[in-house]
C-alpha cells in the first residue's frame, strides 16, 4: 500500500536564504560571482549562459549563498500582474549549470536560496513540486502586489504550501519520468543548436572568408564538387566591404528581401491570435506565444508571418533574439518590435543564415538608439550589406543546408509538444493520481 504524507514546505526544508546583488567592480574583500535572476532561468534551460550577471559580492556574504547542486532558486520578487507573469518560479541547480557558470555561483537578491532535507525529499521531485505549484497558478496565491512589482511572500508559502510525500524511491522514480522529459527536450535544444552553428560555420566559409575562392587562388584544391567549384572565382577584386571574389557584388539585404510587408488587418478574418513578443524569443527558440480571442490581441500583434521568414528584435538587437518561421499557421502573428525578413530574390535557407551571423547582431547594436530599450528600426536591418555571389551559388547553400535547418526546426516543435505533455504529466503524478512503475516493475 502506498504511503503518502503531507507537509508544508517549511517541515521538509534544511535551508533558505536571500540572494545578493553586490557591485560590478571589485571591492575590498569581495570575490567575484555569478549571480541567477528569474530572468535567467529560462535562458540556462536554452543553454544560454553568457546573459548571468558577473559581478563581486562580500566574500563572508557569498560564502553562505554558494549554489550547490540540488539547490533550488526560488524567484520572490519581480514578476506583475501586467505581463501575466507572478513570482513564484523556481530553477533546479545542477552540476552542468555550475560547471557552465564557473567561479562562485549565487541568487540574485529577488531570489531565494532554497535547500530541502534530502532525507525526506528528493530535490528533482520537490522541484517538480515547486513547478505544479507555479504551472497551476496557484503560486499566485502567495503573491502581494508593491507599487506595480509582485512580492512573493516567502514566510507565509512555507507554512500554507503543502507538498505530498510519498516514499523517497517513489519520489525519485516521479522525477525519473519528468526528468526523462526534460532531458529529450534538453537533447533536442542542443541539436538544434549544433545544425545551426553548421549552417553559419557554412555561410562564413562560403560568403564572409571565401575560402574556396582563397583556396582556388593559391592554386589548391577547394575540397568542394566539381559543378559547385565552378562557380566559385578563382580571384578577387577590391569593394566597399574590402576584397570580394571577382565578379561579385555588395548588395543590401533588402534587395534580397522584403521586411514588414505583411501586417495583420481588421478585416482579416481570424478567430484567434497565437502572439509572439520579444521576451518570448531567443537565440533561435520561441519560449512561449499567446493565444487571444480577435480582437483582443495587444496592439502590438501585427507582424504576419510566412514560411522561411526570419524574424529578428530590432529591440536590443546585439542580443541575438531571433527566430526562423516554418510551416506558420495563419493565426501566427509577431510583436511590432520585430523586423520580419521575407526572402525574394534569394533562399530562405541563405537569408536566414546571413541575417544571423554574430557579426551582424554586433553591429546593430552599435547602430541601436534609445536609452531604456535601445533599438534599430527596420529599414536600417534591411541595410545589412553582403557579397552576393548570385542565385546559383546561394541555392547550392540552401540545398545543402535547408534539411538541418528544417531538423532543427523539427526539434524545436517536438519539444514545444514534449514540454506540453510535461505540464500535463505534472499535476497527475505530484499528486498521485497517476502512478509511476518503480524499479523491477514493482508497484508503488
Known amino acids: 500500500m502506498r504511503r503518502v504524507t503531507d507537509a508544508p514546505v517549511r517541515d521538509v526544508l534544511e535551508f533558505a536564504i536571500g540572494g545578493g546583488w553586490g557591485q560590478e567592480t571589485e571591492f575590498e574583500d569581495s570575490v567575484p560571482v555569478r549571480v541567477i535572476r528569474g530572468t535567467d532561468f529560462e535562458r540556462i534551460r536554452n543553454g544560454n549562459y553568457s546573459e548571468v550577471p558577473a559581478r563581486y559580492e562580500k566574500a563572508s556574504k557569498a560564502k553562505r549563498r554558494i549554489l550547490k547542486p540540488g539547490d533550488i532558486v526560488l524567484e520572490i520578487s519581480g514578476g506583475s500582474r501586467t505581463s501575466n507573469q507572478s513570482t513564484g518560479r523556481s530553477f533546479l541547480i545542477s552540476e552542468a549549470v555550475l560547471a557552465n557558470l564557473g567561479e562562485i555561483v549565487i541568487p540574485a537578491s529577488f531570489c531565494?536560496?532554497?535547500?530541502?532535507?534530502?532525507?525526506?525529499?528528493?530535490?528533482?521531485?520537490?522541484?517538480?513540486?515547486?513547478?505544479?505549484?507555479?504551472?497551476?497558478?496557484?503560486?499566485?496565491?502567495y503573491e502581494q502586489q508593491s507599487t506595480g512589482i509582485s512580492n512573493f511572500q516567502f514566510e507565509y508559502f512555507l507554512?500554507?504550501?503543502?507538498?505530498?510525500?510519498?516514499?523517497?524511491?517513489?519520489?525519485?522514480?516521479?522525477?525519473?519520468?519528468?526528468?526523462?522529459?526534460?532531458?529529450?527536450?534538453?537533447?533536442?535544444?542542443?541539436?538544434?543548436?549544433?545544425?545551426?552553428?553548421?549552417?553559419?560555420?557554412?555561410f562564413r566559409s562560403w560568403f564572409v572568408d571565401f575560402d574556396p575562392v582563397h583556396a582556388k587562388a593559391e592554386g589548391r584544391p577547394s575540397g568542394l564538387p566539381p559543378d559547385l567549384d565552378a562557380l566559385f572565382p578563382?580571384?578577387?577584386?577590391?569593394?566597399?566591404?574590402?576584397?570580394?571574389?571577382?565578379?561579385?557584388?555588395?548588395?543590401?539585404?533588402?534587395?534580397?528581401?522584403?521586411?514588414?510587408?505583411?501586417?495583420?488587418?481588421?478585416?482579416?478574418?481570424?478567430?484567434?491570435?497565437?502572439?509572439?513578443?520579444?521576451?518570448?524569443?531567443s537565440a533561435g527558440t520561441i519560449e512561449r506565444m499567446e493565444r487571444y480571442a480577435r480582437g483582443e490581441?495587444?496592439?502590438?500583434?501585427?507582424?504576419r508571418l510566412r514560411h522561411g521568414d526570419t524574424v529578428l528584435s530590432t529591440v536590443r538587437p546585439d542580443r541575438g533574439s531571433y527566430f526562423l518561421c516554418l510551416d506558420p499557421t495563419d493565426s501566427l502573428v509577431a510583436s511590432t518590435g520585430f523586423a520580419v525578413i521575407t526572402p525574394t530574390s534569394a533562399p530562405w535557407a541563405f537569408v536566414h543564415t546571413a541575417m544571423t551571423q554574430p557579426d551582424l547582431f554586433q553591429r546593430l547594436g552599435y547602430?541601436?538608439?534609445?536609452?531604456?530599450?535601445?533599438?534599430?528600426?527596420?529599414?536600417?536591418?534591411?541595410?545589412?550589406?553582403?557579397a552576393w555571389g548570385g542565385p546559383a551559388i546561394a541555392a547550392r547553400f540552401h540545398e545543402a543546408i535547408a534539411p538541418n535547418l528544417e531538423l532543427s526546426a523539427r526539434g524545436r516543435r517536438q519539444s514545444n509538444t514534449l514540454e506540453g505533455l510535461r505540464d500535463a504529466l505534472l499535476p497527475r503524478l505530484v499528486s498521485g493520481e497517476l502512478r509511476v512503475a518503480m524499479p523491477g516493475g514493482r508497484e508503488p
Open 234 to 281: 578563382a580571384s578577387f577584386e577590391a569593394s566597399e566591404l574590402g576584397e570580394i571574389p571577382a565578379g561579385w557584388e555588395v548588395t543590401a539585404i533588402s534587395s534580397l528581401t522584403s521586411i514588414n510587408d505583411w501586417t495583420l488587418r481588421a478585416k482579416d478574418e481570424l478567430e484567434f491570435i497565437d502572439y509572439i513578443e520579444i521576451s518570448a524569443v
Open 297 to 303: 490581441e495587444p496592439s502590438r500583434a501585427r507582424r
Open 112 to 141: 531565494r536560496l532554497v535547500r530541502f532535507d534530502r532525507n525526506t525529499i528528493d530535490p528533482r521531485y520537490a522541484y517538480y513540486a515547486l513547478q505544479e505549484m507555479y504551472v497551476s497558478g496557484r503560486a499566485a496565491l
Open 367 to 386: 547602430l541601436a538608439d534609445g536609452a531604456a530599450y535601445p533599438a534599430v528600426r527596420p529599414n536600417v536591418v534591411g541595410e545589412a550589406e553582403i
Open 159 to 202: 507554512d500554507s504550501e503543502v507538498i505530498s510525500l510519498p516514499p523517497l524511491e517513489e519520489q525519485r522514480a516521479i522525477a525519473r519520468v519528468l526528468g526523462a522529459l526534460d532531458d529529450k527536450i534538453e537533447l533536442n535544444r542542443r541539436m538544434s543548436e549544433t545544425l545551426e552553428e553548421m549552417a553559419r560555420a557554412l
